[in-house]
């Protein structure tokens, strides 16, 4: 079953390449460069799963997460973080607002798509 799965990262070639690996597996992939094009998106959709870059500009993924976490209607959609720095404090902070799962850069393919249909998976139960 093909999934939408909303990508905010303000490189480029990381939404071009996420695009790649996750339309692999038939899902819809929306693409925004920052916070700002995320919440657009999100205030008319509802996608099945997020993965978002910790360090864009304007607002962080950190930021974005924490704010969808406080709306009901987007609660329950399952939120990656994308991060360069995998540190404690990374990680710390990823559960303090909310995330699902937090992946570090440079990504694999393989293990992304699992980990990705795992948190889908995982939210329809």
Do not use: W
């Amino acid at each position: 079953m093909a999934h939408t799965i909303l990508v905010a990262d303000d490189e480029p070639a990381i939404r071009t390449m996420l695009e790649v690996i996750l339309s692999a597996d038939g899902h819809e992939i929306v693409a925004v460069a920052d916070g700002k094009g995320a919440l657009e998106y999100l205030q008319t959709h509802t996608p099945d799963a997020m993965l978002l870059d910790i360090g864009m500009p304007f607002m962080d993924g950190f930021e974005i997460c924490a704010r969808i976490k406080r709306i009901k209607r987007l609660r329950n959609i399952p939120v990656m973080l994308l991060t360069a720095v995998d540190d404690d404090q990374t990680r710390d902070h990823a559960k303090l607002v909310g995330a699902d799962d937090i992946v570090s850069k440079p990504l694999s393919g393989k293990n992304l798509r699992g980990r990705v249909t795992h948190l889908i998976n995982g939210r329809q139960q």
